[in-house]
């Protein structure tokens, strides 16, 4: 199905979207030293994409072009949706960015908090096992209620064992978390 959802888009860009529902939303991102350009389009038009019956309420194919730049070096990567929530391109922008919102900050976390990206473990599983235990570890440290950032509460949990006893063994209070983008830019054409 991704290939009739790319032709699909091909097509459309070669008639220049005027025949087919079709909307474009930009946005700019920038901080933490990375600027992130992201392009989304939504088309209405499915009549080259088959279907079944699992897919019977679907009435949006999507298709986002981002392109990152993070000290001077530039990655693009193009990911194709489809979908039953209509042609409204905020509406998929807010509820694609929602996902990979909560993917990229947990990333951002791991990394800051717990130097992810710079682990040097090179068996598989064992990679695999430790990013398990920062992910548990860094869940029980912001379902902490101190005013202490990440990495004050991990350093403190090395010193003071009674403190690690309440993160491992009590249960979390848990509250909900406030998502925001820094420097965030949206334009819809």
Not at 4 to 22: C, K, L, P
Not at 31 to 52: A, H, K
Not at 67 to 96: M, P, S
Request: with cysteine.
């Amino acid at each position: 199905m991704a290939t009739e959802v790319e032709e699909a888009f091909i097509e459309a860009d070669a008639r220049e979207y005027t025949d087919v529902a079709s909307e474009l939303l930009e946005t700019t991102e920038q901080g933490y030293g990375r600027r992130e350009i992201r392009r989304y389009r939504t088309l209405g038009d499915l009549s080259g994409v088959p279907r079944s019956a699992l897919w019977e309420a679907m009435d949006m194919i999507g298709m986002v072009e981002s392109e990152c730049e993070v000290n001077g070096e530039i990655t693009r990567e193009t990911r194709l949706y489809i979908g039953a929530i209509g042609t409204d391109v905020e509406a998929v922008a807010y509820a694609l960015r929602g996902h990979w919102g909560v993917e990229n900050q947990l990333h951002w976390s791991l990394d800051v908090s717990f130097s992810d990206d710079a682990s040097r473990v090179r068996d598989p599983e064992a990679r695999e096992n430790l990013a398990l235990i920062r992910r548990v570890a860094l869940t029980r440290l912001q379902h902490d209620d101190s005013k202490l950032g990440i990495q004050s509460k991990r350093l403190k949990a090395g010193w003071d064992e009674r403190y690690l006893a309440t993160l491992l063994f009590e249960a979390p209070k848990i509250s909900p978390q406030k998502t925001a983008s820094k420097g965030s830019n949206i334009r819809k054409t």
